[in-house]
Nanobody
Framework: QVRLVESGGGLVQTGGSLRLSCTAS????????MSWYRQAPGKQRELVAG???????NYADSVKGRFTISRDNAKNTVFLQMNSLKPEDTAVYYC???????????????WGQGTQVTVSS
């Protein structure tokens, strides 16, 4: 069993910053990839930022240059630094931990409970 605990969401004005954290605990082993997703009302959940198996990062086009994903492997924690926030960034942000096979396919997915980010105009 894997548990993901997120924190750091809140209400911020346009142009402000927030830092999200997600700490994983439990039975974590294998090829682990951690990412951040978000889901706005009436929209599908989308990838915001994540790590690849090779340790590189990838970002949604809408957040490039504003958001930065980082991690502390010793603490099984991933962060999302969000700067220059816009109203369209308003969403519930979810931490994801996936276990991949040797070809990179997902064999297990775990999700956090989500944290609300609201950006006022």
């Amino acid at each position: 069993q894997v548990r993901l605990v997120e924190s750091g969401g809140g209400l911020v004005q346009t142009g402000g910053s927030l830092r999200l954290s997600c700490t994983a605990s439990g039975n974590i082993f294998g090829r682990v990839v951690m990412s951040w997703y978000r889901q706005a009302p009436g929209k599908q959940r989308e990838l915001v930022a994540g790590f690849t198996l090779g340790g590189n990062t990838n970002y949604a086009d809408s957040v490039k240059g504003r958001f930065t994903i980082s991690r502390d492997n010793a603490k099984n924690t991933v962060f999302l630094q969000m700067n220059s926030l816009k109203p369209e960034d308003t969403a519930v942000y979810y931490c994801n931990l996936s276990i991949r096979d040797t070809l990179g396919y997902v064999i297990r997915d775990d999700w956090g409970q989500g944290t609300q980010v609201t950006v006022s105009s």
